[in-house]
């Protein structure tokens, strides 16, 4: 009888202590799981990091290379691309003075529809929406006479709030305009600014779309831009233009992985010590969709509506 119930020690003994053996097995199995995915999740947010921080040289760089007064080593901001390499990154920059843009707040209502025009918008549709502009930077309650919109057009829509009668802050303001459409606006942003106070965009600096809109023949326009120049021939583009820029920072790392970060800047210090420009806009990530303001600098959301009211 004791020799059986030794049997039966010995077998529950074994049972348990296989058991135990499967329970360590399934820890260390998943323990080694949570380290594999750990490393693999540290080794994404650090080839990001690479990534963001080599799009920034970009922007960084691009900075000194636009101020160079020296022609062969200046960038000029008319859009242009520049490659660079920096820390084995592939790193692509456009640099566009924000004068060759059409401002907001100081374009006429002609240039407004002819840029939507120039975007693909039609015709009277264009005219209706530049004077929507128009009533919505005025200080007026005056409809434009090709139609525009006021606080009761607002109202009628079920809109919260009305004309805003007072300048364009951000460019994403234009998105609270009666009757503009995500599409349209996504098509327009590129050539738009605040930043100028002009009423007519500097041409060498403008865009396809904001030359057809002046009504300058861009192909001819650009193509006489690009050309090499002559020994001894002036190069019309002289000087790193008014030192307000848009510039787009493209950089992609060897496994593929792509950062893009795109900024408005004012040549100038921001306060900040060592600090060559201040930031005005400022969007960056693998979509550049977030608006993330470097450290130190002013919260400049693209997003902010401006303070639409209702009056």
Same mark, same amino acid.
């Given at each position: =009888?004791?020799?059986? =119930?030794?049997?039966?020690?010995?077998?529950?003994?074994?049972? =348990?202590?296989?058991?135990?053996?499967? /329970?360590?097995?399934?820890?260390?199995?998943?323990?080694?799981?949570?380290?594999?995915?750990?490393?693999?999740?540290?080794?994404?947010?650090?080839?990001?990091?690479?990534?963001?921080?080599?799009?920034?040289?970009?922007?960084? #760089?691009? /900075?000194?290379?636009?101020?160079?007064?020296?022609?062969?080593?200046?960038?000029?901001?008319?859009?242009?691309?520049?490659?660079?390499?920096?820390?084995?990154?592939?790193?692509?920059?456009?640099?566009?003075?924000?004068? $060759?843009?059409?401002? +907001?707040?100081?374009? &006429?209502?002609? +240039?407004?529809?002819? +840029?939507?025009?120039?975007?693909? %918008?039609?015709?009277?549709?264009?005219?209706?929406?530049?004077? %929507?502009? /128009?009533?919505?930077?005025?200080? &007026?309650?005056?409809?434009?006479?090709?139609?525009?919109?006021? &606080? %009761?057009?607002?109202?009628?829509?079920?809109?919260?709030?009305?004309?805003?009668?007072?300048?364009?802050? @951000?460019?994403?303001?234009?998105?609270?305009?009666?009757?503009?459409?995500?599409?349209?606006?996504?098509?327009?942003?590129?050539?738009?600014?605040? #930043?100028?106070?002009? $009423?007519?965009?500097?041409?060498?600096?403008?865009?396809?779309?904001?030359?057809?809109? =002046?009504?300058?023949?861009?192909? *001819? %326009?650009? @193509?006489?831009?690009? *050309?090499?120049?002559?020994?001894?021939?002036?190069?019309? +583009?002289?000087?790193?233009? @008014?030192?307000?820029?848009?510039?787009?920072?493209?950089?992609?790392?060897?496994?593929?992985?792509?950062?893009?970060?795109?900024?408005?800047? *004012?040549?100038?210090?921001?306060?900040?010590?060592?600090?060559?420009?201040?930031?005005?806009?400022?969007?960056?990530?693998?979509?550049?969709?977030?608006?993330?303001?470097?450290? $130190?600098?002013?919260?400049?959301?693209?997003?902010?509506?401006?303070?639409?009211?209702?009056?």
């Amino acid at each position: =009888m004791s020799r059986g =119930m030794s049997r039966r020690a010995r077998g529950a003994a074994l049972l =348990m202590v296989l058991w135990l053996v499967a /329970m360590l097995t399934a820890v260390i199995g998943a323990f080694a799981l949570t380290a594999r995915i750990e490393y693999l999740q540290g080794r994404v947010l650090s080839q990001g990091v690479l990534a963001d921080q080599a799009a920034r040289a970009g922007l960084e #760089y691009a /900075m000194t290379r636009v101020v160079d007064m020296e022609p062969t080593r200046q960038w000029l901001p008319d859009g242009r691309e520049y490659p660079w390499e920096f820390a084995g990154a592939e790193v692509t920059v456009t640099v566009v003075d924000e004068s $060759g843009k059409v401002d +907001l707040n100081g374009a &006429d209502l002609d +240039l407004m529809a002819n +840029l939507m025009q120039a975007v693909g %918008a039609e015709r009277t549709l264009a005219r209706r929406l530049a004077a %929507a502009v /128009m009533d919505w930077r005025d200080s &007026d309650v005056l409809t434009q006479p090709e139609g525009g919109a006021e &606080d %009761a057009d607002y109202e009628s829509e079920g809109l919260p709030y009305g004309a805003k009668d007072a300048p364009f802050e @951000t460019v994403a303001e234009l998105r609270l305009v009666l009757g503009m459409s995500s599409e349209l606006y996504e098509k327009l942003e590129p050539h738009l600014t605040v #930043y100028s106070g002009q $009423g007519r965009p500097n041409e060498q600096y403008a865009s396809a779309e904001v030359l057809r809109a =002046m009504g300058i023949d861009p192909e *001819r %326009a650009l @193509t006489e831009r690009r *050309r090499p120049r002559l020994p001894g021939e002036t190069q019309p +583009l002289v000087g790193a233009g @008014t030192g307000t820029y848009s510039i787009d920072s493209r950089a992609r790392l060897r496994d593929g992985r792509v950062s893009i970060l795109r900024a408005v800047v *004012r040549a100038g210090s921001s306060g900040l010590p060592g600090s060559a420009y201040t930031p005005l806009r400022w969007e960056e990530g693998a979509l550049a969709r977030t608006a993330t303001p470097p450290p $130190g600098s002013p919260n400049n959301d693209p997003r902010r509506s401006g303070g639409a009211s209702s009056k």
